[in-house]
């Protein structure tokens, strides 16, 4: 009994007792009947709930939210419906994927009452209902899954998942505004052998970029080779450079032919680099 219904016949019941005490029991009755009949009669929904009522077996309409009456013996409330947004959360325990791969899905679902009058008449009880299609529908989801595809695009799969529920269960006056795939479980020894996967096309694909690098290298030493072998005097300049790269190391011994040290002097240098150049 609500709040207003509650202090209403409290009110009617105290005021025929001081009536009755008062002046006459015959008085005091029909205050005592209408407390009765407002308990009886008078309800009260809130800004969230619908009231199913029937009347003689048959619907007479769904109230609320707000105070409304309803014929005492004729008229029987037979649900309540929470209009606000609600979630289940529900799961499929050794599930089968496209692959073979034996998974645990957890989910949850976000639905709301959209329909007061057939989510209360057309189906017994909605909330087992919806839970039930839930994880029927998870199941068939994962069985027409790839594990890789079910495990790479979760938000495919949630969405996919909302739609077929949304569908089985739009009958029964139920909107269901999200699914949400909380975790994927797979078995360990498939969890090692994928890690190893990884690990082994990561590897792949360093060798592979680095013979491609090899490859360039490789390129621009012939490059450099025919440049050199039209101009020995820009291999030979070539080579007194990486020599003197060498010499700034400090500590460093190089043992030298003595053609290469008459070559390094700085007439000759000149001379090579005059060549090379074309200028006499």
């Known amino acids: 009994m609500n709040p207003i219904t509650l202090f209403v016949a409290i009110l009617l019941a105290a005021i025929g007792a001081l009536v009755a005490r008062s002046m006459s029991p015959l008085i005091a009755a029909p205050f005592l009947l209408a407390a009765i009949v407002v308990a009886a009669s008078l309800k009260m929904a809130n800004a969230w ?128 505004n999200a699914v949400e795939i909380r975790d994927v479980s797979i078995p360990e020894a498939l969890q090692d052998a994928m890690s190893r996967q990884a690990q082994a096309e990561r590897e792949k694909e360093a060798r592979i970029i680095l013979g491609s690098a090899e490859a360039a290298v490789a390129e621009q030493f012939v490059q450099a080779a025919k440049a050199y072998a039209g101009h020995p005097e820009a291999l030979q300049l070539r080579a007194m450079n990486i020599i003197y790269e060498t010499t700034k190391e400090r500590g460093a011994t190089i043992l030298m032919p003595t053609s290469m040290v008459d070559a390094m002097s700085p007439a000759v240098a000149l001379a090579l680099a005059g060549k090379a150049t074309g200028k006499p």
Do not use: C
């Open 49 to 176: 709930q619908k009231f199913v009522v029937l009347r003689a077996g048959n619907l007479q309409g769904v109230k609320g939210p707000g105070l409304f009456w309803i014929v005492p013996v004729l008229d029987n409330v037979v649900a309540v419906i929470d209009e606000r947004i609600q979630t289940s959360a529900f799961n499929a325990e050794q599930a089968l994927t496209r692959d073979t791969v034996p998974v645990n899905v957890d989910a949850i679902i976000f639905w709301r009452v959209h329909d007061a009058r057939a989510a209360a008449l057309e189906i017994t009880d909605y909330r087992s209902a919806i839970d039930r299609v839930a994880q029927t529908t998870l199941r068939e989801m994962i069985g027409a899954s790839m594990l890789s595809a079910l495990l790479s695009d979760l938000k495919s799969a949630d969405n996919v998942l909302r739609g077929e529920i949304g569908q089985k269960t739009a009958a029964w006056g139920i909107t269901v």
